[in-house]
């Protein structure tokens, strides 16, 4: 089971934090996402920790957000920074075994076929 928490309205410029508390998985072999959807958008992912701990970013975020892993506690984070409109979205976290090395780009395709989702958590920037 995953389950976001966070998620809420800001105002551009402001910032967030997002958690993914996980149960039920064998955490440190997994790769986690960060994944958000807009209305009448595509699934697209913004940053990613594979397997191997080596994290990844979507352009439209780099400099802006931070994703990190306790793996003591079985939660993913997502810091995000500079808020803009644009970043208006459902957040979700998404686990798939292996994936050391995975891009941002085949992430969702990846999850989709074989991975585990939360239920999402939305942030509205305004």
């Known amino acids: 089971q995953l389950v976001e928490s966070g998620g809420g309205s800001v105002q551009a410029g402001g910032s967030l934090k997002l958690s993914c508390t996980a149960s039920?998985?064998?955490?440190?072999?997994?790769?986690m996402a960060w994944v958000r959807q807009a209305p009448g958008k595509e699934r697209e992912c913004v940053a990613l920790?594979?397997?191997?701990?080596?994290?990844r970013y979507a352009a439209s975020v780099t400099g802006r957000f931070t994703v990190s892993k306790d793996i003591t506690k079985n939660v993913l984070y997502l810091e995000m920074n500079s808020l803009k409109p644009e970043d208006t979205a459902m957040y979700f976290c998404?686990?798939?075994?292996?994936?050391?090395?995975?891009?941002?780009?085949?992430?969702?395709?990846?999850?989709?076929?074989?991975?585990?989702w939360g239920q999402g958590t939305q942030v509205t920037v305004s």
């Open positions: 998404s686990l798939v075994y292996g994936a050391r090395g995975i891009t941002v780009a085949a992430f969702v395709a990846r999850a989709t076929a074989f991975g585990h």
């Open positions: 039920g998985y064998i955490f440190g072999i997994c790769g």
């Open positions: 920790v594979d397997s191997g701990d080596t994290t």
